[in-house]
Nanobody, 124 residues
Framework: QVQLVESGGRLVHFGGSLQISCAAS????????MGWFRQAPGKEREFVAA????????YYKNSLKGRFTISADDTLNTVYLQMNNLQTEDTAVYYC?????????????????WGQGTQVTVSA
């Protein structure tokens, strides 16, 4: 069983930066790859980024490369998402997930565990 708790979401002005966190706990964490997804109102949950705990395997949604950076700290069991130059279209609830399916990390239904989400709102 894995528990995930996201934090750090808030209101940010257009062009600003924000880092959100996902604290993981439970047994066997090292077996999981961690991913960030987001879901805007009326839209499907979409892949943002994924990583393994030693930061050697990192994947991004192509359109977010260069603005978003995912990282993992295996001593704190925490995954971070640094978001820069935020746009209004980045407004969404951001979810952290854990998956053992290393070949389908971009697919939300391949994640076994999810956090409750953290709201990021970008104002114009």
């Amino acid at each position: 069983q894995v528990q995930l708790v996201e934090s750090g979401g808030r209101l940010v002005h257009f062009g600003g930066s924000l880092q959100i966190s996902c604290a993981a706990s439970g047994r066997g964490l090292s077996a999981y790859r961690m991913g960030w997804f987001r879901q805007a109102p009326g839209k499907e949950r979409e892949f943002v980024a994924a990583i393994n705990w030693d930061n050697t395997k990192i994947y991004y949604k192509n359109s977010l490369k260069g603005r978003f950076t995912i990282s993992a700290d295996d001593t704190l069991n925490t995954v971070y998402l640094q978001m820069n130059n935020l746009q209004t279209e980045d407004t969404a609830v951001y979810y952290c997930g854990a998956s053992t399916d290393i070949f389908r990390l971009r697919e939300w239904d391949k994640y076994a565990y999810w956090g409750q989400g953290t709201q990021v709102t970008v104002s114009a």
